[in-house]
């Protein structure tokens, strides 16, 4: 870590405001899960989209400016040095660099069950460091303010609206959760975020009782994460369950 940088320890969860790769001593973990990013800004702007407001224009975010570009996601994605890190690698976005994996083994999101065409894809694919695992689909409504009931609608609100995204790439928490599932984490095993975002991940892993490293260089993505982080540890501790 370097001067500037910021630590923050949320219960079990390890929060560092950094690059990944400038974080020292990172203990090997039982799993590295991440949605990392991987060129889509090659493509899309992501960091014009407009943060959404809630209903009588009140704003669940504490700035009104556009998101923050993704750091790294203007450039094609390397995994390679994540994939030697941890025994379980899952990377969602992996269709978009499955030319630069080895083999393995693919979990699936269908982010439109209800069988509408979205105009960025249908859904996204997660590669698993694991062989001759069967093919598994998640399917989960996420498009645009459409968004099944899960962690987001019981539990993210500010007044009495849901709120839908902090991130523009965010992922369901109810989808990491699965992941974490899928890939067969050992009980109480460490998992790693090195793309962090805004904490999907973490909640995911705490809500599942694992202690949890998340890495993010965004500051208003990782504020965003501590809170996010910060409320799941408190309903664990008041449920001592899984929501």
Known sequence: MTPGERFVQIGNATLYLAEWEEVDDLPRPAAIISDPPYGQALK????????????????????????????GDDKPFDPSPLLSMADIVALWGAHKFADRLPEGSWLCWDKVPNGMVRLQGDGEAAWLNQRERPLRIFRHLWNGLCIAGGYETRNERVGQAAVPRHHPTQKPVDLMSWTITQARV???????????????????????????????????????ACRRIEAAQRQRQLFGAVA
């Open 186 to 224: 050992p009980q109480g095993g460490l998992i790693l975020d090195p793309y962090m975002g805004a904490g999907s991940t973490g909640i995911a892993a705490v809500l599942a009782g694992h202690p949890f490293i998340g890495i993010e260089c965004e500051p208003i993505y990782f504020d965003a």
């Open 44 to 71: 899309v702007k992501m960091g014009k989209r407009r943060i959404s407001k809630l209903p009588g224009g009140g704003k669940y975010h504490p700035t009104d400016r556009a998101y923050p570009a993704i750091q």
